[in-house]
């Protein structure tokens, strides 16, 4: 009977540290799950949080270059300054030491005054936009027309006036002179209107 009782009680001890012992591993796996679900949560939290850094200094970098781009754009970009010019006033310094002009002397005063219209037509030239220049070249072109016009007027006035053909009659020395004239008076004309536009370019 004794022995039948300590049975019971061993086998009852024996379930109960069964049950026990059962219960304690269940609670330590669930507990142990529990924690690495935190540490998973957190790891990726970090990462997450880590991405966005990344992503912000990615963007920061990105806008930092544009502006440093911009700014270097804006700082090397040539400034174009003309400075203020008084071409006219120093022309007619130059041709101040050009003699009046007379029978004697007049190629030399139509060469003197035809190199600085090449000079400032050139300059005029360098400076201009290709819509001002395809302008200046196109007035160039009227005015030396008109000029040839001028010349052959000139000349016919101080002739006996023209032939069938055309031609001057009695076209002496006298004819030959006024056409200088009128050459060397609009080669002189134009020229300071080419200076003054320079000028007017450079206010």
């Known amino acids: 009977m004794n022995d039948n ?8 001890t024996i379930s ?46 990105q806008q930092s270059a544009q502006v440093a781009t911009a700014s270097q754009e804006t700082t090397t970009a040539p400034v174009v300054r003309k400075r203020r010019t008084n071409y006219e006033a120093e022309l007619m310094n130059r ?23 090449n000079k400032v037509y050139k300059l005029l030239m360098s400076e201009l936009s290709d819509s001002q220049k395809t302008r200046l070249r196109n007035e160039e072109r009227a005015w030396l ?18 032939d069938e053909n055309g031609e001057l009659i ?18 002189k004309e134009r020229t300071i209107e080419l200076a003054r536009m320079y000028d007017e370019l450079h206010k």
């Open 145 to 162: 027309k008109r000029k040839d016009k001028e010349m052959d007027k000139a000349a016919e006035e101080m002739s006996a006036g023209r």
């Open 5 to 12: 009782k300590n049975t019971i009680i061993l086998v009852t």
């Open 170 to 187: 009695g076209c002496g020395t006298g004819c030959g002179h006024a056409s200088r004239a009128a050459n060397i008076e609009m080669t």
């Open 95 to 117: 041709m101040s030491s050009v003699p009046e002009n007379n029978m004697v002397n007049a190629n030399e005063v139509f060469e003197a005054w035809d190199q600085e219209l």
């Open 16 to 61: 109960a540290i069964a049950v026990l012992a059962f219960f304690s591993v269940g609670g330590f796996l669930l507990y142990n799950s529990h924690i690495k679900n935190k540490e998973m949560e957190v790891k990726l939290r970090l990462e997450q949080e880590k991405t966005k850094q990344e992503i912000a200094k990615s963007q920061s970098q």
